[in-house]
């Protein structure tokens, strides 16, 4: 199934649409441009060879130009292994590499994704998880040093479970 | 000059405890169950405050007579303050170590200010003084920064949520990420970042006085809070540099993981690769 989401997190920025069959990481902030996004035309970093398809985040080779593009590509494939085209981002780009067990992500993997200075761990899973985070229970919120009202907001937070 | 008069909030029915007081500028709340009576358990919450505030009262730069002040106006030596200036000294030394030089205590101007440690330091003393009394389910929020004692058994005390980068003042204050650290040797989970005191953090590698802001926050999570805390002010210091730095120092280090997520001026989030794990998977059975 496919299911379109967006979240604001932070100031609004990212929004990740999650198809089952391809995954493409946006950023609505700078957008990407359609044009670049379709296949070779990415400068440099793809490289090339080496199809092997072991997910997992460690190996830093894995496939990269086989494309069964993001969104349309609802191929009702419930099992196996899919690569996104190579995205270019404002920091470099974003390919990534779905693996379905019973029409669920059990894998994705990024790793011939590239960005300048360390934004290739920019990953996709947390805008996900950041969809989840929106009425999980929790007990304590952290976050930059409260100030003395910022702590009694979160004190009132506390006493208010009681 | 302006003294602030102390918030201090106590309630406790059948066992359950919180307990918030303001120091240091912030304010700590902790809460969890006690196996003591009411009166009990709020002496020695309020014993636990009092080790807040004499770490206050010795290493505030705010207040003028504190030894911390003195020696910042050359006025008295690290041989003539408490031993525990010293304490504090040796241990912000080792962390400059560790860190590659990204937490430092010692400013352009050459004076020594571990105010990026005391907090944790203290708040860390105070944890353990509970749990010398027996108190040792609970949780403590520093705040912002969260510790978790090793028995903490509330249903949601494993489950710590992450702040968007804004202030929790503003109005898109909320959750970004929940965490739950249930089975794992994490313990705290410390946040640096300019959404409650501006530009606070400054690079100590730039020659001069420079604030850091490749980086509008950072979130670390680790076994210890002075450790969170530290990394968490060195890698905002060191900007998105710092996501390899500890990627590299957790491959060299598989005994003593410390996991960062970044905030990135534009909205990205950025993690190292541990971080995955410990993002919350489903809702808890509560409500």
């Given at each position: 199934?496919?299911?379109?989401?967006?979240?604001?997190?932070?100031?609004g920025?990212?929004?990740?649409?999650?198809?089952?069959?391809?995954?493409?990481?946006?950023?609505?902030?700078h957008?990407?441009?359609?044009?670049?996004?379709?296949?070779?035309?990415?400068?440099?970093?793809?490289?090339?060879?080496?199809?092997n398809?072991?997910?997992?985040?460690?190996?830093?080779?894995?496939?990269?130009?086989?494309?069964?593009?993001?969104?349309?590509?609802?191929?009702?494939?419930?099992?196996?292994?899919?690569?996104?085209?190579?995205?270019?981002?404002?920091?470099?780009q974003?390919?990534?590499?779905?693996?379905?067990?019973?029409?669920?992500?059990?894998?994705?993997?990024y790793?011939?994704?590239?960005?300048?200075?360390?934004?290739?761990?920019a990953?996709?899973?947390?805008?996900?998880?950041?969809?989840?985070?929106?009425?999980?229970?929790?007990?304590?919120?952290?976050?930059?040093?409260?100030?003395?009202?910022?702590?009694?907001?979160?004190?009132?937070?506390?006493?208010?479970?009681? | 000059?302006?003294?602030?008069?102390?918030?201090?909030?106590?309630?406790?029915?059948?066992?359950?405890?919180?307990?918030?007081?303001?120091?240091?500028?912030?304010?700590?709340?902790?809460?969890g169950?006690?196996?003591?009576?009411e009166?009990?358990?709020?002496?020695?919450?309020?014993?636990?405050?009092?080790?807040?505030?004499?770490?206050?009262?010795?290493?505030?730069?705010?207040?003028?007579?504190?030894p911390?002040?003195?020696?910042a106006?050359?006025e008295?030596?690290?041989?003539?303050?408490?031993?525990?200036?010293?304490?504090?000294?040796?241990?912000?030394?080792?962390?400059?170590?560790?860190?590659?030089g990204?937490?430092?205590?010692?400013?352009?101007?050459?004076?020594?200010?571990?105010?990026?440690?005391?907090?944790?330091?203290?708040?860390?003393?105070?944890?353990?003084?509970?749990?010398?009394?027996?108190?040792?389910?609970?949780?403590?929020?520093?705040?912002?920064?969260?510790?978790?004692?090793?028995?903490?058994?509330?249903?949601?005390?494993?489950?710590?949520?992450?702040?968007?980068?804004?202030?929790?003042?503003?109005?898109?204050?909320?959750?970004?990420?929940?965490?739950?650290?249930?089975?794992?040797?994490?313990?705290?989970?410390?946040?640096?970042?300019?959404?409650?005191?501006?530009?606070?953090?400054?690079?100590?590698?730039?020659?001069?006085?420079?604030?850091?802001?490749?980086?509008?926050?950072?979130?670390?999570?680790?076994?210890?809070?002075?450790?969170?805390?530290?990394?968490?002010?060195?890698?905002?210091?060191?900007?998105?540099?710092?996501?390899?730095?500890?990627?590299?120092?957790?491959?060299?280090?598989?005994?003593?993981?410390?996991?960062?997520?970044?905030?990135?001026?534009?909205?990205?989030?950025?993690?190292?690769?541990?971080?995955?794990?410990?993002?919350?998977?489903?809702?808890?059975?509560?409500?």
């Amino acid at each position: 199934m496919s299911r379109n989401v967006r979240i604001n997190i932070a100031y609004g920025l990212i929004s990740a649409t999650a198809i089952a069959g391809g995954l493409v990481l946006t950023n609505h902030f700078h957008p990407l441009t359609p044009a670049a996004a379709s296949t070779g035309s990415t400068s440099g970093t793809s490289s090339s060879s080496s199809s092997n398809s072991s997910s997992s985040s460690s190996s830093s080779s894995s496939s990269s130009s086989s494309s069964s593009s993001s969104s349309s590509s609802s191929s009702s494939g419930k099992n196996g292994t899919q690569t996104s085209d190579a995205i270019p981002y404002q920091f470099g780009q974003v390919q990534l590499t779905v693996t379905e067990k019973n029409g669920k992500i059990t894998a994705i993997d990024y790793s011939n994704s590239s960005a300048t200075n360390g934004r290739e761990q920019a990953f996709p899973y947390l805008v996900q998880y950041a969809i989840a985070a929106n009425g999980s229970n929790f007990n304590n919120l952290g976050g930059a040093t409260y100030t003395t009202q910022a702590f009694q907001q979160a004190l009132d937070n506390a006493l208010a479970k009681f | 000059m302006v003294v602030e008069a102390r918030q201090q909030e106590f309630k406790f029915r059948d066992g359950r405890f919180v307990f918030g007081a303001t120091c240091m500028g912030t304010g700590f709340i902790f809460s969890g169950r006690s196996p003591h009576a009411e009166a009990e358990t709020l002496l020695i919450l309020e014993a636990a405050l009092a080790i807040l505030d004499e770490a206050d009262g010795t290493f505030s730069l705010y207040k003028p007579e504190s030894p911390l002040s003195k020696l910042a106006r050359g006025e008295t030596s690290v041989a003539q303050c408490p031993p525990v200036v010293e304490e504090i000294w040796d241990a912000c030394e080792a962390w400059e170590k560790v860190t590659d030089g990204w937490f430092s205590a010692f400013t352009a101007q050459h004076t020594f200010d571990p105010s990026g440690l005391v907090k944790t330091w203290a708040a860390r003393a105070a944890a353990r003084y509970l749990e010398s009394k027996g108190i040792v389910d609970f949780t403590l929020n520093a705040g912002g920064d969260i510790y978790l004692a090793d028995a903490a058994t509330g249903e949601d005390d494993w489950r710590v949520a992450i702040h968007k980068p804004v202030s929790i003042l503003s109005a898109d204050a909320g959750a970004m990420l929940v965490l739950d650290l249930e089975g794992t040797d994490f313990r705290a989970v410390c946040t640096s970042g300019m959404a409650e005191r501006g530009k606070h953090i400054w690079n100590p590698k730039a020659a001069e006085s420079q604030a850091a802001d490749e980086l509008v926050q950072v979130t670390v999570v680790a076994k210890d809070l002075v450790q969170a805390d530290v990394w968490a002010t060195a890698a905002y210091a060191e900007g998105k540099r710092s996501l390899q730095h500890l990627d590299n120092w957790n491959r060299a280090n598989p005994q003593d993981q410390v996991q960062l997520l970044a905030v990135f001026p534009e909205g990205t989030l950025a993690a190292t690769p541990g971080f995955e794990k410990l993002l919350a998977q489903t809702e808890p059975a509560s409500n």
